[in-house]
DNA sequence: CGTTACGTTTACGTGCGCGTCAACTTTGCT
DNA sequence: AGCAAAGTTGACGCGCACGTAAACGTAACG
């Protein structure tokens, strides 16, 4: 089988983040490496996690909010009272999302209209030019 | 005809931000409020800027990578070189956009399939509750 | 004419998400 | 044994996007 767990520069290539950052998620307890005397081991949870984490970022959540959403991931034995809340948490985050991909919706047609209109405005300057010259 | 400009306080109420977040925009020129004695007014051409700002920050792009992007939206007169790179500059968060909104759905679609895990457990777990009563 | 409300400039403070040393183990060659 | 490579823990620094407080201007109102 492949590696099971990553070291931090594996884990570090594989993501394009740095060390520190590894380190600093650890710290807000967004991932758990495991410990091979003093050295981190990223098991497969944290490689999903991260992921998560990235995507979360992406997003523009913050690494605070990504923790709460992250329990609905890897809940296996929470509390119902915890799971409900996290649920309730994660339909926010999927109102959140949707509303997030309706104005990305509109804001790329937008977007490309402007684009064709500067399209436009760049061939009549060319033109111009090739008259001019 | 409705108001042509507004001041400080009712572009804060319009667009829900403080006065700070004007004046910083001001000095970051992604804003150009005219003054009236020494009160900024703001015309519709900076309602229309600060809309596209907050949605630019939506979506996580810089307040200088917005202002760049601003010049696209309200180049009237602009050099055919620096609306060529404008525009170059356009069609790169273009791609960012398109393929964050494939993103966005790939994890939509996951946050919801892990909502229903967690609502199944949920129901579950009311369940016993209920025969456990 | 005072004071209340609204706005202004200047400047230092703050939270987030790391970057960047410094100083120190631990590990693996040779 | 020696030494470089890789990893570790502090701890301070930094850029961004504002928050916040101080001190001042000015315009209107009773």
Redesign the interface.
Known sequence: MTTETLNIREMCDAFEVTPRTLRFYEAKELLFPIREGQKRLFTKRDRARLKLIL?GK???FSLEEIRKLLD??H?NDGQ?EQ??Q??VL??M??AD??A??A???V??AE??E??AW??E??SK??KG?TVAA
Chains 1, 2 share one sequence.
């Open positions: 995507r992406r997003f523009g609905l991931y809940m119902e799971l409900s996290t649920y994660a339909e985050h999927l999302m949707e997030q991909k104005e990305l919706e804001a790329i977007l490309k402007q684009m500067g399209a405005k760049l300057m060319a030019k």
